[in-house]
């Protein structure tokens, strides 16, 4: 049983399209968070939630909104998707207290 | 405010031969430091971490780190390294609790047979 999983794993869309990408963790963890990794593998942390609330909200476009229905889920909405959007986005959680990070497996997301 | 540097994007080692990849970092307060591992296509999973207490840090596969505050370094060894070791290596950087974390731009390790 996966505990950190995310949908889609591959995503290939034109510009100007809404996408969303999905993130279930199993592990009943309190935080979570998007990160964006580029084609040079830098990682580069965009929101975290703890508790379905939003704690750490870096300097994103406002095209990017990240939703937490529940402590389980934590979705990435995109508006408009642009060339620089592609990238491998991970879902990672933490517990409460713990440092450790646990990291989903990706999505790679391509813009033409 | 933290940050931390990996001189070294890419390591070429021979199997069984043994490595060290280094990380710098730096902080105006206490930090917890991580390494974690990427392998081809997948996400990350840590390899240890120090948050306090002994300056030698073991971890997974073998691997270890030492913490050495004056130099304020973390690099990470191996005494033998294996083809499977072939990965990214990410040293990061954190405060505890839910502060945010931050992660260094990755060493490639190429094992050569």
């Known amino acids: 049983d996966t505990a950190v999983s995310q949908t889609p794993k591959y995503l290939v869309t034109q510009m100007g399209n809404d996408k969303s990408i999905k993130c279930e963790q199993n592990l009943g963890h309190d935080t979570m968070y998007w990160y964006k990794q580029d084609s040079k593998k830098f990682l580069k942390i965009m929101f975290s939630?703890?508790?379905?609330?939003?704690?750490i909200n870096e300097t994103v476009p406002n095209r990017f909104s990240p939703k937490s229905p529940d402590k389980a889920h934590l979705n990435l909405h995109i508006n408009s998707l642009e060339l620089g959007d592609s990238a491998v986005y991970f879902c990672a959680t933490q517990a409460g207290g713990e440092d450790t990070q646990y990291f989903g497996p990706g999505t790679r997301l391509t813009v033409l | 405010a933290q940050s931390v540097t990996q001189l070294d994007s890419q390591v070429p080692v021979f199997e069984e031969a043994p490595v060290e990849l280094r990380c710098n970092y730096s902080s105006s307060v206490s930090v917890y430091l991580f390494w974690y591992v990427q392998y081809p296509n997948q996400g990350l999973q840590l390899l240890l971490k120090?948050?306090?207490?002994?300056?030698l840090v073991k971890g997974i596969n073998g691997f270890e780190a030492e913490f050495n505050k004056s130099q304020t370094s973390f690099h990470l060894r191996k005494p033998s390294v294996h083809i499977s070791d072939t990965a990214e290596y990410f040293c990061a950087v954190g405060r505890g609790g839910y502060q945010k974390v931050t992660f260094g731009t990755g060493t490639k390790l190429q094992v050569i047979p």
């Open positions: 939630y703890n508790n379905k609330e939003l704690i």
């Open positions: 120090y948050l306090s207490g002994s300056t």
